[in-house]
């Protein structure tokens, strides 16, 4: 019986130590609080063009300073290597991005406009092969084409849904181009957006209130510096925001006929779908299984910058389907973006959020 009961203590001391080894392990914040706008969010990524994959989203916002954590994770074991753990922090009193790894805890400084290599520059080489390919365009590969139709509409269904226990309606937006050649073949191309938006509440009234300073506080820092500022100005800079949902729609954003129509979008948007389908069949005879141009032009302006995009850029992942026919194309998206709010709070949130973490390395400064 003594030697039963002596066993309890021995239990109660190892229970200790793996709790005391538990807490020693778990860094401990120390870091002041202050009130920040919070938002989460879920997202999904999917399409003929892009890996399936879903990811989180937090987004830390004070009117001097922003944090933009992403997580990202294929479906696919083999394409786990392409997931993303990573965080922008835009500090705007220090002029400053800091865009951290989280993978490999190291970090690189740059200017608040942007930095010049990194990400950006992963993309711009991620579809290289080994083998140098050639870019052509609808010229390049002697194709004459007409821009035979450029539509842009937001359309406001009707319909309503609940979404996260909240009444939501909703909203389309269409973008369709049409290039004809000479023989009467046809690409057409459709970006739509589904939004699904609710009557904001004061939590995301505030959210509005403090991204938007924020957001002038960004385009009073950066100026010009900031290639989409240099192309779209600064209303048009807020229009984006505004039509993405980060912040709020406003009368004077309405100066032309595209931003006109996005002002048709009223509330907060909880959901926010992205779709690009497509239908290629011009310049089939002209093909010769290069790559079309990527780059784009934008000394003919915004519209001209977005249909030589639409126009030439999905050549290059669509070669194989050029010579098949597609009944249904609009059935299956190239590529498919889903962005889902899980809450919008404001709340004391730790100031370290806003900060490179000690150990993590620099690995560049620009």
């Not at 960004?218 to 100026?223: S, T």
Request: net charge negative.
């Amino acid at each position: 019986m003594k030697r039963c009961c002596s066993i309890k203590p021995s239990l109660s001391l190892v229970t200790s130590a793996l709790l005391l080894a538990a807490c020693a392990s778990t860094p401990v914040d120390n870091s002041p609080k202050e009130l920040t706008a919070v938002v989460t969010a879920k997202t999904v990524l999917n399409g003929l063009y892009v890996p399936d994959s879903k990811g989180e989203q937090v987004v830390y916002t004070r009117e001097n300073m922003r944090t933009i954590y992403d997580k990202i994770t294929p479906d696919s074991f083999y394409m786990k290597w392409a997931g993303i753990d990573a965080s922008g922090i835009f500090r705007m009193d220090k002029n400053l991005l800091w865009q951290l790894n989280h993978s490999n805890k190291t970090y690189q400084e740059c200017k608040l406009s942007g930095c010049t290599s990194g990400f950006l520059e992963m993309l711009e080489h991620s579809g290289e092969e080994e083998e140098t390919e050639e870019y052509q365009s609808y010229e390049e590969l002697e194709c004459n084409v007409e821009l035979t139709n450029n539509e842009f509409e937001v359309i406001s269904t009707g319909n309503k849904r609940e979404i996260a226990g909240q009444a939501t309606e909703e909203y389309k937006v269409k973008w369709s181009t049409e290039f004809t050649d000479e023989s009467g073949k046809k690409d057409l191309n459709l970006l739509q957006f589904v939004f699904w938006t609710t009557d904001p509440n004061a939590e995301m009234k505030e959210a509005w209130r403090v991204h938007e300073k924020a957001t002038n506080n960004y385009l009073d820092a950066v100026g010009e510096n900031n290639p989409l500022v240099r192309l779209l100005g600064y209303e048009g800079f807020k229009t984006i925001s505004a039509f993405t949902g980060d912040t709020e729609q406003a009368d004077h954003l309405g100066l032309n006929a595209f931003q006109q129509e996005l002002a048709k979008i009223k509330g907060y948007p909880l959901s926010i779908k992205l779709e690009w389908f497509q239908d290629i069949k011009a310049c089939s005879a002209n093909k010769k299984k290069e790559k079309r141009d990527t780059s784009i032009d934008f000394s003919g302006g915004l519209e001209d910058a977005a249909t030589n995009l639409l126009g030439n850029i999905v050549k290059n992942a669509a070669d194989d389907m050029v010579d098949k026919k597609v009944d249904a194309w609009m059935k299956d998206a190239r590529i498919r973006y889903i962005y889902d709010v899980q809450s919008v709070e404001n709340k004391l949130a730790h100031n370290s959020n806003f900060n490179v973490p000690e150990d993590y390395q620099l690995f560049d400064r620009n």
